[in-house]
């Protein structure tokens, strides 16, 4: 592990694509890569008991959240082979159809960021405490459980 300290992966609302294309296109200067891969969170329209979810609301205790995602961060890098990783989640309301994670690799090989993608989304979903509220059409909720 390095002595990088936990920045804030965290961004109001859903995450859009030009902020996505944006990210993406920011790379284009950095010529030692020869491979991204990039997993993209959407809100699905889900229908549970015949009630369809609109949107989910998350939440998370940020410091905690942004301490475990660093440490996915760094035993990811010290895995795989990259050149750079960003991660950003979303807090607060976001629609069904819109982006709430957004995962981006780079390494100059394709193997590589094909399996530290898995690696980093699966450790998210098991290890990060975001916490999601599934915001019915008729406007009430139940908590999400990540399967």
Request: aromatic letters at 10%; hydrophobic letters at 40%; proline letters at 2%.
């Amino acid at each position: 592990m390095t002595d990088k300290k936990p920045k804030s992966v965290f961004m109001q609302g859903a995450i859009s694509s030009g902020f996505i294309g944006e990210s993406i296109g920011k790379h284009q200067t950095k010529t030692s890569i020869g491979a991204h891969n990039i997993f993209l969170g959407q809100v699905r329209a889900d229908v549970i008991d015949g009630k369809t979810v609109s949107a989910i609301e998350y939440t998370a205790y940020e410091e905690m959240a942004n301490l475990k995602f660093h440490e996915i961060r760094e035993a990811a890098f010290e895995k795989f082979e990259l050149t750079c990783m960003h991660i950003y989640h979303s807090l607060g309301i976001v629609k069904a159809g819109e982006i709430c994670l957004f995962v981006f690799v780079s390494s100059p090989r394709r193997k590589a960021v094909f399996e530290a993608l898995e690696y980093i989304v699966e450790e998210i979903k098991a290890n990060v405490p975001v916490f999601g509220k599934e915001i019915f059409e008729d406007d009430t909720h139940q908590w999400k459980i990540n399967n």
